[in-house]
């Protein structure tokens, strides 16, 4: 008997002991009253992800892709175009982003070409076809800094 209960204790703990999504422990056990944050979390579960031209998901995915793929799983059905999600959001200041909001970018020159979902303290999830997978960057790095436009919220 106490074998057994030993295993059953090993067993729960290894059990509670893993986590999907040990970047957002702030989100654990937390009502999720936004699409945005629903989609973030739905974001987290594509990190490393391969990137393909045209792909939103489950496997593969390209920017605006993943941010549909997202967004579908939090019950929003967007397009696959970073030009028209710009269209269907409205500014929001920098200093106001909350996670789930979609970051944008000009690269190579042009404008609104690439889309990732803000994560919060200045991160954001992005399929990127410079790296091939699906992967979390910082807006403070100097290479997304100088490309990034605007921030958007539906």
Not at 50 to 79: H, K, M, N, W
Request: charge should be positive.
């Amino acid at each position: 008997m106490n074998t057994q209960r030993a295993a059953f204790i090993l067993c729960f703990f290894l059990i509670s002991c893993t986590s999907a999504a040990p970047e957002q422990p702030e989100d654990r056990g937390r009502h999720l009253r936004s699409p945005g944050e629903r989609a973030l979390i739905a974001a987290w579960g594509t990190l490393g992800r391969p990137y393909r031209f045209t792909g939103e998901g489950p496997q593969v995915f390209d920017c605006s892709g993943l941010v549909r793929y997202s967004y579908l799983r939090a019950g929003i059905d967007l397009p696959h175009c970073t030009t028209d999600l710009k269209q269907m959001s409205r500014v929001v200041p920098s200093r106001d982003l909350r996670k789930g909001d979609l970051v944008f970018f000009d690269e190579n020159g042009r404008k609104y070409s690439h889309v990732g979902i803000y994560a919060g303290k200045n991160r954001f999830i992005h399929a990127a076809a410079a790296r091939k997978a699906v992967r979390v960057d910082s807006l403070l790095d100097p290479y997304w800094k100088e490309r990034f436009l605007d921030a958007r919220r539906f």
